[in-house]
């Protein structure tokens, strides 16, 4: 027997790829009756270009650790990436014609590395499937796709739908939440 589907796991790097497959993670949604979890994670920060960026602007600690400065900047990038999130299922929900924004039962920015979040993310919420999209850039297709989609869908537990950006997108408009 097939499992059911109830909440589906959307992971987006907010770029026009992902947000092609946001549609098909929304009409899943609406087709099974599931809610979906918007989920983001932002790669760590290198070291060197961290303390090098803000050395730059001056404002290190009293000890010369800048963490309350990289907390507060987290923080504000977070803030800004939900609220994107949010316009952008708006944007989808009229643009389908159709309720989505009520398909959405939680918004998940993290910090970490992309394939371990995603998993971590799927099962910790109790997520049935997993949708995301796929850069799809030329010879360096297999490359980028190997290093998150392929990744995830080798190691999930669940099953993985994986979104290619159709040819006729790629010169259109920017779809990006």
Sequence with gaps: MIPQIKKILYATDLTKNSAYAAYFAADLARKHDAKIVIFHCIAPIQPAF??????????????????????????????????????????????????????????????????????????????????????????????FLGSVASSVLERSRKPVFIIPLPSEKRSAGSGTP
């Design 50 to 143: 961290y303390y090098e960026y803000y050395e730059e602007m001056g404002v290190p600690d009293e000890d010369g650790i800048l963490r309350p400065l990289r907390e507060r900047e987290k923080a504000e990038l977070v803030a800004e990436i939900r609220e994107r999130l949010q316009q952008f299922s708006r944007k989808l929900e009229s643009e389908m014609g159709s309720p989505c924004v009520g398909l959405v039962s939680d918004i998940i920015i993290v910090v970490g590395y992309p394939v371990e979040e995603i998993l971590n993310a799927a099962d910790t919420n109790a997520c049935d499937v997993i949708v995301l999209g796929t850069h799809g850039k030329g010879w360096l297709k297999q490359t």
